[in-house]
């Protein structure tokens, strides 16, 4: 049982480049999230998706987009790549939504570097 | 604002040795609180608690909520060195989602 699956793993990417990060899970979960994780910041949501067909900005959307093609699948875009969107980014998902009581599954996550 | 502070930030203790970490929160629409682990990759869930004063344990591992002072506990005893991870504490809100704390750093040295 795969989980939530992001691709790719790894990426190294010039300022100024236009970039996909793909997230998808096969748990058949209403609700989806991206988040990044930078040193002492914690993890921070960008956007999340409370089910197929919304989006939602969290708390640090800018310079980011998303889209939820279907249930299983949310992506995130990064249209013009700066140095400052160097990090770590997970994706998650969890079955009933948002503020209900279920813990969401993270997938192993993206290390993006910005040059 | 939804705020969640964790202490401390970070933490190095023997094998053996006991310890706990703490997580305040302010939220609207409190419904219970998750703990994560995250070694080298995902944070894996370790608990939910909903209601005051019921210790949940697994293992060596236990944790209990105090919905009244807003604020949570995760006990480790007998340390070792695989407990080696970031902690990280997530209230759940009926209004939005999860706020995580910035985690406690646990490095246990042999």
């Known amino acids: 049982n795969a989980g939530v699956t992001q691709t790719p793993k790894f990426q190294v990417l010039k300022t100024g480049q236009s970039m996909t990060l793909q997230c998808a899970q096969d748990?058949?979960?209403?609700?989806m999230y991206w988040y990044r994780q930078d040193p002492g910041m914690g993890l921070r949501l960008i956007y999340y998706?409370?089910?197929?067909?919304?989006?939602d900005k969290g708390e640090v959307p800018n310079g980011y987009n998303v889209s939820r093609l279907n249930k299983r699948e949310f992506s995130l875009r990064l249209e013009s790549a700066a140095p400052s969107q160097t990090s770590v980014y997970f994706c998650?998902?969890?079955?009933?939504?948002?503020?209900?009581?279920?813990?969401?599954?993270f997938g192993d996550g993206t290390r993006l570097s910005i040059l | 604002e939804d705020k969640v502070v964790q202490s401390p930030l970070s933490l190095v203790v023997h094998e053996g040795d006991t310890v706990t970490l703490n997580c305040s929160y302010e939220?609207?629409?409190?419904?219970?609180l998750l703990w994560y682990k995250q070694e080298k990759k995902a944070p894996t869930f370790l608990f939910m608690l909903?209601?005051?004063?019921i210790e949940k344990k697994s293992g060596r591992l236990s944790s209990i909520l105090d919905k009244k002072e807003l604020f949570s506990i995760l006990n480790i005893t007998a340390t070792q060195t695989g407990d080696s991870a970031v902690y990280l504490c997530?209230?759940?809100?009926?209004?939005?989602?999860?706020?995580f704390g910035k985690g406690t750093r646990l490095s246990v040295i042999a």
């Open positions: 998706s409370a089910s197929e067909g919304t989006t």
């Open positions: 748990m058949n979960h209403n609700s």
């Open positions: 998650a998902s969890s079955g009933q939504g948002i503020g209900i009581n279920q813990p969401q599954h």
């Open positions: 939220v609207t629409n409190f419904r219970s």
């Open positions: 997530a209230p759940v809100s009926g209004n939005t989602p999860l706020v």
């Open positions: 909903t209601s005051s004063g």
